[in-house]
């Protein structure tokens, strides 16, 4: 069952774009949303994260918007580079530290 | 400070064969987590242990699947007999203590053929 949706599976933007990655879930125990990013061949590493008690988390050109109501939350990667090309992923975090990820995103930045 | 280091990187079997996989977490980390990673998916979680003790293993399919940590430290994931399905890359990964940021080693691409 999958319990973190995410959209698109793919895009592609322009160097200096705003990149959007959507996600959405449907267990409310979820207490803690982290993005990870993941280069080929290499394992993912923590990009972002966000309590939801939290609306907003800004951390360089990475911002994560949080609707607790709606149960969504999303990733805009702002001016985005050439080297932000990667898959992006997001999940959810039980109580744990037991992550359910989302399907992944895959970003290519044409320059 | 060295990272998740996982070993071998790529391996190719015929199915019904058996595999082992091995990780060591980095140093001082009490938990270690084994994910599977289909091609096109994100990262599922296999098995979770703090120190040596297994915290949740509810998606590992015990009929084939098994790991172990000795010692609280390494550990090795093994599959027997392999099936087809179980073409992917299996990632460790580890964290100070429960609730912290979890760290990824760069994976396990395993190929049955």
């Known amino acids: 069952q999958q319990q973190v949706k995410q959209s698109p599976q793919s895009l592609i933007v322009q160097k200096g774009g705003i990149s959007i990655i959507n996600c959405a879930y449907e267990?409310?125990?979820?207490?803690?949303f982290p993005w990870y990013q993941q280069f080929p061949g290499k394992g993912p590493a923590l990009l972002i994260a966000?309590?939801?008690?939290?609306s907003e988390k800004k951390e360089g050109r990475f911002t994560i918007s949080f609707n607790k109501s709606a149960k969504q939350f999303s990733l805009h990667i702002m001016d985005s580079q050439p080297g932000d090309s990667a898959t992006y992923f997001c999940a959810a975090r039980l109580g744990g530290n037991k992550l359910t990820f989302g399907g992944g995103t895959r970003v290519l930045v044409k320059p | 400070e060295a990272g998740v280091a996982q070993s071998p990187r790529y391996k190719i079997i015929e199915k019904r064969q058996s595999v082992a996989f091995w990780c060591n977490p980095i140093?001082?980390?009490?938990?270690l987590y084994w994910y599977q990673q289909i091609l096109g998916q994100g990262p599922k979680l296999l098995i979770q242990?703090?120190?040596?003790?297994?915290?949740?293993d509810s998606q590992l399919p015990k009929d084939r699947f098994s790991a172990e940590r000795l010692k609280g430290v390494d550990s090795t994931l093994k599959i027997q007999p392999a099936k087809l399905e179980d073409s992917a890359v299996y990632l460790c990964?580890?964290?100070?203590?429960?609730?912290?940021?979890?760290?990824f080693g760069p994976g396990t691409r395993l190929t049955v053929t």
């Open positions: 140093s001082g980390h009490a938990t």
């Open positions: 242990f703090q120190n040596n003790g297994v915290v949740d």
């Open positions: 990964a580890s964290s100070w203590r429960l609730a912290y940021e979890q760290y």
């Open positions: 267990n409310t125990a979820f207490d803690y």
């Open positions: 966000i309590r939801p008690d939290v």
